[in-house]
Every structure is written in C-alpha cells, then in structure tokens.
C-alpha cells in the first residue's frame, strides 16, 4: 500500500458526459501527479500541481481539468468525454515540489466511457 | 522535450535465469534514472533508481546501470522468479526545482516462465 487512495476504482459513463476522480496523497506529501495509461499509449503526465498550484502540464487535453484544495487532495475533471478517453488514471505524490524523487502511484481509477 | 525509449517491449525468460531491459533517452539534462515495476491492477512502484553520479547501483537480485555518454541505463534482474513478471518503466528526469515533466519509457512486459 503506497498510501495515495484514488476515487472511484471504477467509473463506467456514456460520452459527452463529465466526471471528476478524486486522489488523496500520502500524508505529508504536497505533490501531486496525474496520469493517463491507455493500452496502446503507456503512461502519458497530464500534471503536475504543488501545494495548490500547478507546476507542469503534459499532454492534458482542453477538456482536462485539475486541482489541488488546500488540504492536498487532487481532482482530475474529465468532460465532453469519448471513447478514446477510456484508461487507467493513476495520481503519484511526492514529498517534496523541487528535485525528482520516488513517486507514490495510487491504485488508479479504470474509466470507461461507452 | 525528452524521448525515451525501452526495449525490449517483451521478453519471455526461464526461471532462475537473468533479464535485461535498456532504457534510452534524448535529454541530457537528466540525471535521475528510475525504474518502475507494475503488476497486474495495481499503480506502478518504484524498485530501484540512480543518479548520474554513480554508474551501477545493486539492490539485491536488481540493479540499474548507467552509461551517461551513451544516454543509456539498464534494468538487470538475476535469479529471476516468478513474482518478478510484471510491466517495467523507465522514467528518466532532469532534476530541476519545481517543475517536472515526466516522461515514461512504453514498458516492457516481463514475463518469467516456471
């Protein structure tokens, strides 16, 4: 158990719908990083965000959202939704916002979009 | 931004015998050379790195190789069991403050033959 809780483990929902999966991290950590693993794409950094504010953008669409509240947790909003956004979505944190470190995974959130 | 690369994309061995998988990389910057291993329905786990300091680090039946002119590193198991098949990422990062956009390799699906 890493200790970054993700929310829900599943999520099944028709396209053009909206969700929002939810990240706790480690207690401590103020970082926070999301993911987006499709079969045929690995792992893909959507973001990155430190002690509530966001540090990195990957290859988030415009249809992605996220966030960090003041007491850490982490949602990633996901509207407008397609098929093709069907995935894994895993958060990480680390401790600190500076320097590469070990990221904690979460154990992901399956989204499927029918 | 950076590129990585891993190969092989599977790799099928007996049990007990030895695994290699090479990570490559474009940034020179980086200097932070994870590996991480993912099982079946769980978040990726770090299981060993190195820093460019060092070229080879052992943990036990792992260890991580570095050649930072080749901008290669290397993941090698011995004795390898069969808890050990799982997908292996390589994520190598420039440790700068702040920001971090990380870049995973597409995985390598071990898998270790009783």
């Known amino acids: 158990d890493s200790g970054v809780t993700q929310t829900p483990k599943h999520l099944i929902t028709a396209t053009g719908q909206r969700v929002t999966l939810r990240c706790s991290p480690r207690s401590g950590d103020l970082s926070v990083y999301w993911y987006q693993q499709s079969l045929d794409q690995g792992l893909q950094f959507l973001i990155h965000?430190?002690?509530?504010?966001?540090?990195a953008k990957g290859n988030i669409l415009e249809r992605f959202s996220a966030q960090q509240f003041p007491d850490l947790h982490s949602e990633l909003n996901l509207s407008s939704l397609e098929l093709g956004d069907s995935a894994l979505y895993f958060c990480?944190?680390?401790?600190?916002?500076?320097?590469?470190?070990?990221?904690?995974f979460g154990p992901g959130t399956r989204l499927t979009v029918t | 931004g950076e590129n990585v690369e891993q190969h092989p994309s599977t790799l099928s061995v007996q049990e007990g015998d030895s695994a290699v998988i090479k990570c490559t990389y474009s940034d020179s910057a980086s200097n932070y050379f994870p590996w991480y291993k993912q099982e079946l329905g769980k978040g990726p786990q770090l299981i060993i790195d190195?820093?460019?300091?060092?070229g080879e680090k052992k943990d036990q039946r792992i260890a991580v190789t570095l050649n930072k002119t080749a901008k290669h590193f290397s993941l090698h198991i011995t004795e390898t069991q069969p808890e050990d098949s799982a997908v292996y990422f390589c994520a190598p990062a420039p440790e700068i403050q702040g920001a971090q956009k990380l870049v995973f390799g597409q995985g390598t699906r071990l898998t270790i033959n009783p």
């Open positions: 190195i820093r460019s300091n060092v």
């Open positions: 990480a944190s680390t401790p600190m916002g500076g320097g590469i470190n070990e990221q904690y």
């Open positions: 965000y430190y002690n509530g504010e966001e540090r």
